[in-house]
């Protein structure tokens, strides 16, 4: 099925949805002219991972920006259960839609300090037994005193992943959490994204550019391109029909 | 040598102006002999200065003849100068002629009144201003070097400060290194020359006490004194400044912004 055929969720997204936990409404981000994302509109239900495909510079990245508000749209908006996100304060907001980068960019220092980055920051603080229980979840048991610069990429994005997961977040975006990977590390942290995903029952929305990855972690895909939603579906026949 | 060929006072300064230059010419040229291009900026600053200083000289006899509440405006005019230097250097930046005003004027100027109010600074112009002008360019100096290491803290470091923010934090906590480095970077010299007083430099302003025939250890305490006085200012300016750039680095959304001349 392609795009001329398929109904893209711009059609979908227009009146809110009740059962969403996250939806957009015409959400544009333009900068120096150019429509970076152009009026996209999506819902996306509690416990859901969608799978966000297309070729660079689609505005994938763009787009999960915008929904952990480290930028600002020009234009639309977004519904967290149904409430505009700019009545949400930004450090509650990035707590509650957790976003785990390309790249892990740990802080310098150990571990368990990287893991108790988040909620510090909300003046709590991560006991010792949450935080290996965190480092059991991502394979990494008693790494909680080692240095990060000690770490190999695949473990840093493990840590990276177990920081995100110590605020507790409802919603996670990961924005191809495995393309700075070498091969070999690369399939093992997906197994672990999905095996978190699956045990915690997190919604999701993760950018690939890769389909067969989107295949293996989402159940549905969104496909991007100059910054609009082109196709929106199952990603089995999205992937297949591309 | 030249006090026994030139007898007149003026003629032996521009004398001695005339060798310094040459010695400055004979670098450049030394660098030019190495491919490295000095010429233009030296030409510039040196004839730049010579008229500079001779001009405030000038000036400050007329200042000094003038009534006491003048130096007030001498030294806001010095501030106001050195704010406007120290923009020029951190081009590009959002807001630097004010930030920097608001770093050297809050810097400098607390300085400089809560001194002469203790009596610390002798308020006659004749000390307020000449010592008066060593804390503001001490603190202009330490403003540039506090807000250029700002600058490319953050534009070497956007992913772990997004990283912080991602992760909830304020952006005082997300740039929280960043802003210790560059209060840091403003304050070496400053923290340097208190390292080095009287042993690998011997400040002006302590041979011209000397050599005016005051008592040496009292010369030395007060160099001393006006060394405390710039490294108290140097750190109020790099502080105010750089805290008030960070306010500036980030929207109210609590979003890094790049566009404002830091990438």
Known sequence: MTSASRPVSAERGGAADAGAILQTERLTREVEGRRLVDGVSISVRRDEVVAVIGPSGSGKTSLLRLLNRLDEPTGGSILIEGRDYREIPPAELRRRVGMLLQQPFLFPGTVAENLSFG?????????????????????????????????????AQRVSLARTLANEPEILLLDEPTSALDEAAQLGVEELICSVMAVQGLTCIVVTHDHAQAARMARRALVMEAGRVVDDGPVTEIVHAR | ??????????????????????????????????????????????????????????????????????????????MLAAAATAARRARGMPGAFVISAYGIVGGAGIVIVLMTWLGVIDPRMESLIPVGSMVIASAMNSNSLALERFRSELASNVGYIEAGLALGAAPQRAVAPYVQAAVSAGMIPRIDTLRALGIVWIPGLMAGMILAGSDPVYAAVYQFVVVGMIYASSGLTSLISTLLMRGRAFSPAEQLVLDAGLS
């Open chain 1, 119 to 155: 909620p510090e920051s909300r003046g709590d603080a991560l006991d010792v037994e949450r935080a290996a229980e965190l480092l059991e979840r991502v394979g990494l048991p008693d790494y909680a005193g080692r240095d990060v610069a000690r770490l190999s990429g695949g473990e």
């Open chain 2, 1 to 78: 040598m030249l006090a026994r060929i030139v007898n007149d006072t003026l003629q032996l300064g521009v004398a001695q102006a005339v060798v310094t230059a040459i010695l400055a010419l004979a670098v450049v040229y030394l660098a030019r002999r190495h491919q490295i291009h000095l010429e233009r900026e030296t030409y510039v600053a040196l004839v730049r200065g010579f008229i500079q200083v001779v001009v405030v000289g000038s000036l400050l006899i007329l200042i000094f003849r003038g009534p006491s509440w003048t130096s007030v405006f001498v030294l806001l005019f010095m």
